[in-house]
């Protein structure tokens, strides 16, 4: 049985990779997590970014580098260029003994502000350790952006391989080859496990490239691992529906378009509702699949929580799988 | 091999049946042909008879099991051909054959031999999407004995192929009868069931109107003719008339005796003709 599984399983990779759309849902995890370690900000990343003259103040310049990004230019037209671009530089440079800050004017004040009471501060000759404020941490050492952007992108990733299920049950229907394997000793439940391995491959694979290279890999992976996984149940079984009701790949694919609906509704009500308001969500098992996420990547998950999250989510699953399953065997048996 | 009684089947699940009351036995390593206009319930009884459509009403055994209560293992004993080509588009033949075989227990054929019998055997590595009609046609044929059946449904399996493949496929069909095949032919070809089966059933509006072999159906429905081409005030003429019916015959000496005969043929009858004969309906 299970040589069967596995033989259905690597028939749809093989086609998978085939097919643009369908390789490209396989990649998209790895594309996302690049996209995200190009637009996220790192924990040690600052704000401010200063453009000023080599060789002009050396000493100033390893100052400012404790506290700002810094970029040399040979001369004041090259600073004043760099300025001038879209970003947002400050250029600091000499005037007789002093200094002067040159901005494109569009900057937000308080970088601005701040490079103003950085210079203040190397002419005072201010050090950290001159500071009596005691520094008490909560312990938030992960950039709240980019856990937002893994976060997401894992569960789109949980997400997208019921779509790939779509689309390979789209191509079965197209070819005519359900009635081909019905009349082999397979059974109709080894089929539709054999196809739902993509649907939970994909997001295991796809969670796991995420996390490892956008620099979350110390988590726990068990915690995800059931998070994503029960999330999938519910994205396969989606994608057999959307399958069997669809007789071409575009349309299936936009047909599945409609599940990013309840998905974007929880994270948007999870990360800028108030509290009162989160009951709102509790009914779309992807609410808690985000909010499971968000405590594993913060590193402040306890088991009982992840496995509560996990419950939730397969109850609800479980409702709607008692709903969508006889749908799937009628439409398997009539193809 | 096939054991059928009493069988209905009605795709509404009430009295209006697709299949009505079909009874037959096939033996082993027999090639029965099931004959019928389009519509006529071939294809469901097929279907019934391979798994494909759930038993409703009757008894059928297939291979000793009951398709009442099928288990997979009796898939093991079938091999499909379908009318219409099922293969996997974006897979080569090779990797269809490939795939299929890997979801059987017993042993199975070679992919490339099964390709070299049907005169794919060059076309291995070429996707099936890029594949003619006819050259799907003929993987769907090769794919039904990678698993060696015991029992062969053959669909309409010479549909769409030009007369040499048709004739090749035909070969294949008798080499497999000669190992004790049981092959269930579907077909509306009166001449291949009439080349193949030894027996041939006819249906009409889901009824198995009867059932013999093709020898016996021409002995007892088949009238002999003769086509008879002759002249008669300087115009050509063209007759068929039985040779058993007396009125013909008179006929038949009355044109010898009086004009000029230009072209004289005798005819047996078809078993297209005797099924019009005995149904009342053409085939199409």
Redesign the interface.
């Known amino acids: 049985m299970l040589k069967k599984i596995w033989a259905v399983y690597i028939r749809d990779l093989k086609v998978n990779t085939r097919e643009f759309i369908t390789l490209y849902l396989l990649l998209i995890p790895i594309i996302f997590a690049f996209v995200i370690n190009a637009l996220a900000p790192s924990i040690n990343d600052t704000t401010v970014k200063l453009a000023m003259i080599e060789g002009d103040n050396p000493e100033q310049v390893e100052y400012l580098e404790n506290f700002a990004k810094v970029s040399l230019y040979k001369d004041i037209e090259k600073v004043t260029e760099r300025v001038e671009r879209r970003d947002n530089y400050v250029g600091i440079l000499p005037e007789g003994d002093g200094y002067y800050i040159i901005t494109q004017g569009n900057e937000p004040a308080g970088v601005v502000d701040f490079t103003k009471a950085l210079q203040a501060l190397y002419v005072l000759d201010a050090k950290v350790e001159d500071s009596t404020a005691e520094i008490i941490s909560f312990g938030m050492d992960i950039p709240p952006l980019k856990k937002m952007l893994v976060n997401i992108s894992i569960l789109f990733t949980s997400v997208l391989g019921g779509m790939l299920i779509a689309i390979n049950i789209v191509e079965e229907k197209g070819d005519n080859t359900i009635s081909a394997v019905n009349v082999t000793p397979i059974s109709r439940m080894g089929f539709i496990l054999g196809k739902s391995m993509t649907g939970l491959i994909l997001p295991i694979y796809g969670s796991i490239s995420i996390i490892l290279i956008t620099g979350f890999s110390h988590v726990n992976l068990l915690q995800m691992m059931l998070i994503v996984l029960s999330a999938s149940l519910l994205s396969l079984l989606i994608g057999f529906v959307e399958g069997l009701a669809n007789d071409d790949m575009m349309t299936a694919a936009g047909s599945f378009k409609m599940i990013f609906l309840p998905v974007a509704g929880a994270v948007a009500v999870a990360e800028a509702v108030s509290d009162k308001w989160q009951w709102t969500v509790w009914w779309i098992p992807y609410y808690w699949t985000y909010k499971g996420n968000d405590a594993v990547l913060s590193e402040s998950a306890t088991w009982p929580q992840i496995l509560l999250y996990t419950g939730i989510i397969l109850a609800l699953s479980g409702a709607v799988f008692l709903l969508l399953v006889p749908k799937v065997k009628r439409g398997l048996e009539s193809h | 091999m096939i054991t059928v009684k009493n069988l209905h089947h009605s795709y509404s699940r009430d009295e209006k049946y697709a299949v009505k009351d079909v009874s037959f036995e096939i033996e082993k390593g027999e090639i029965f042909g099931f004959l019928g206009p389009s519509g006529a319930g071939k294809s469901t009884t097929q279907g019934v008879l ?3 459509l ?1 038993l409703q009403k009757g008894e059928v055994t297939v291979a000793g099991y009951n398709v009442k209560h099928i288990k ?5 004993e ?1 091999g ?1 051909s ?1 009318e ?8 080569t033949a090779k ?1 269809n054959l490939n ?2 075989r ?4 017993v042993e199975t054929r070679e992919p490339e031999d099964l390709l070299e019998m049907v005169g794919l055997g060059d076309k291995g590595n070429i996707k099936a999407g890029d594949f003619s009609k006819g050259m799907k046609h003929r993987l ?1 044929f090769a ?1 039904s004995m990678i698993n060696n059946p015991s029992i062969w449904f053959l669909d309409e399996p010479t549909t769409g192929l030009d007369p040499a493949i048709a004739a090749t496929i035909k070969d294949i069909i008798w080499k497999e009868k000669k190992k004790e095949v049981t092959t269930f032919l579907t077909t509306h070809n009166m001449h291949i069931a009439d080349e193949l089966c030894d027996r041939v059933g006819f249906i009409v509006d889901g009824e198995l109107i009867l059932i013999d072999s093709p020898k016996n159906l021409k002995l007892q429905y088949g009238e002999k003719f003769v086509d008879i081409e002759f002249v008669k005030d300087g115009e050509p003429i063209k007759e068929s008339l039985s040779t058993i019916d007396d009125k013909d015959k008179a006929r038949i000496k009355n044109i010898i005796d009086n004009y000029e005969i230009q072209t004289m043929h005798t005819k047996e009858a078809t078993l297209e003709e005797i099924f019009i004969k005995v149904t009342g309906r053409g085939l199409v």
Do not use: A, C, H, P
């Not at chain 2, 997979?72 to 093991?76: A, C, E, H, L």
């Open positions: 391979s798994g494909l759930q997979n293992k009796m898939f093991n079938i499909m379908f219409i080509s099922n293969v996997y588009n974006k897979m990797e795939f299929y890997k979801l059987f227990d769907t794919r």
